[in-house]
C-alpha cells in the first residue's frame, strides 16, 4: 500500500508565494513521473507540471516560469517526494492540488493521488 500525503498551500495575496510538498509512503519498488495537477471550481483537473526520474520536467503554459517542481527519491529508504514552489501567483491558480505517479508495489503498478491540498489566491 502507498500512500501520497500533502502539505503546503493555503491562503495568499496575489503575487505572493506558496510551496506544496508531497510525500511518498510505502513499499515502493518502483517510481517514474511524479505530477501536479489542480482543479478549479467547475473546471476539469490540469495537469501544472511533470518531472521524470532523470529530474527533466515539463510545465502547463499557464504556469511556466512562475512554478518549480523538484522530487528527491531514495530508492535505498523508499522515501520520495516532491514539491512544488508556486511564485507570483494570481487568482486564476486558486484551486485544490494533487500529487500523482504511478507507483511499483507489492500489487504491482498502479496511479496513485494525494488528498489534495487547497490553494487559494486573493485579488
Known amino acids: 500500500q502507498v500512500q501520497l500525503v500533502e502539505s503546503g498551500g493555503g491562503l495568499v495575496q496575489a503575487g505572493g508565494s506558496l510551496s506544496l510538498s508531497c510525500a511518498f509512503a510505502?513499499?515502493?519498488?518502483?517510481?517514474?513521473?511524479m505530477r501536479w495537477y489542480r482543479q478549479a471550481p467547475g473546471k476539469e483537473r490540469e495537469l501544472c507540471a511533470e518531472?521524470?526520474?532523470?529530474?527533466?520536467?515539463?510545465?502547463?503554459?499557464s504556469v511556466k516560469g512562475r512554478f518549480a517542481a523538484s522530487r528527491d527519491d531514495n530508492d535505498y529508504t523508499m522515501r520520495h517526494t516532491l514539491a512544488l514552489q508556486m511564485n507570483n501567483l494570481k487568482p486564476e491558480d486558486t484551486a485544490v492540488y494533487y500529487c500523482?505517479?504511478?507507483?511499483?508495489?507489492?500489487?504491482?503498478?498502479?496511479?496513485?493521488w494525494g488528498q489534495g491540498t487547497q490553494v487559494t489566491v486573493s485579488s
Open positions: 500523482n505517479s504511478r507507483v511499483q508495489s507489492v500489487g504491482g503498478w498502479r496511479d496513485y
Open positions: 510505502g513499499v515502493i519498488f518502483g517510481i517514474n513521473e
Open positions: 518531472i521524470s526520474r532523470s529530474g527533466d520536467i515539463h510545465y502547463a503554459d
